[in-house]
């Protein structure tokens, strides 16, 4: 029998205690076993999720309640072992549940809990210069939205009650300051190579559909195809940036000419100067990026399929 740890961001978007009410109500009526933790410092949902797969191994499953950057936490603890992970969107952005629920309510999600399935899907593990190897759940980004991002989150401390309105806020305070950097980037995907050394103004690694509260670009993604889906943005004049930002918003840049689109298994990406980037929005600077794909390295819990093969 299948026991649900699950694990309350601090950081939540919505109440806590709601939340606890929400989860035990819908948890008993279905006859399921569950506990309930609430994070207290960084990581401490990694340390959580760690301890309760050596205790119950492959008969438990971590639900994360909260954003991207707490999912990350518990897919490091998580891959490689038997205990399945499984998320309600109690964050910010909530950009990776974009992409296994769309904009289904966490009520709706928990009242379908008994319907759950389990699946594996890949993860990407990154290696940045003076960093630790660590898993990408969702997107690796760089560049000009990683600018973005930084920006959101001063604005979030400054101005709590914005919530998902900041990384708006942020865009517009920020598209003027829109450069280019210099990168030099190898990809492969089946034994075929793919270089460029020149500058762009963004680019993202993507293995889920959303980031940056809603961008989407890898609208075709899936999670369990063992590649990863690469995107650079052009050195390209300002004024064509924001139709570009609308189409990257809404999905439909596939076809752009400004923009690179290719599936990715692994590679590497270097710079002259410090690259800003992100890996599910916790924010690094770095000199090199390396990444590689690994198939089915994390076990899911999942209620749809339309993001899988």
């Known amino acids: 029998m299948k026991e649900f740890l699950f694990i309350i961001s601090t950081k939540a978007g919505s109440s806590s205690h709601k939340l606890h009410e929400q989860i035990q109500r819908e948890m008993q009526l279905q006859k399921i076993s569950f506990l309930i933790r609430e994070t207290k410092h960084k990581n401490h949902a990694q340390e959580l999720a760690r301890d309760f797969s050596c205790q119950k191994e492959d008969s438990g499953v971590v639900i994360v309640c909260g954003g991207d950057g707490t999912l990350n936490e518990a897919a490091n603890a998580l891959a490689g072992t038997k205990t399945a992970m499984g998320v309600l969107p109690t964050g910010t952005a909530n950009d990776f549940s974009k992409t296994l629920y769309k904009d289904r309510e966490i009520e709706e999600i928990l009242k379908n809990f008994h319907k759950g399935f389990f699946s594996p899907i890949d993860l990407i593990e990154t290696k940045l210069s003076d960093h630790k190897s660590r898993y990408c759940l969702n997107v690796l980004s760089f560049g000009f939205d990683t600018i973005i991002l930084k920006e959101a989150y001063k604005l979030l401390e400054e101005h709590p009650k914005l919530k998902a309105k900041a990384y708006y806020a942020a865009i517009l305070k920020s598209i003027l300051k829109i450069n280019s950097y210099p990168y030099e ?125």
């Open 185 to 309: 980037i190898y990809s492969y995907f089946n034994e075929k190579i793919f270089h460029r050394n020149s500058e762009y103004i963004l680019g993202a690694i993507c293995n889920g559909s959303f980031y940056g509260n809603g961008f989407n670009p890898n609208p075709k993604g899936r999670l369990n195809d063992g590649t990863a889906f690469l995107v650079l943005l052009e050195n390209i004049s300002k004024y064509k940036i924001p139709r570009l930002i609308l189409k990257y918003k809404k999905g439909s840049h596939l076809q752009s000419k400004d923009i690179l689109t290719q599936l990715t298994q692994k590679g590497m990406i270097t710079s002259p100067k410090n690259i800003l980037c992100n890996i599910d929005g916790e924010i690094f600077n770095t000199r090199k990026i390396e990444w590689s794909v690994e198939k089915n390295a994390l076990n899911f819990f999942h209620l749809e399929n339309h993001h899988l093969n």
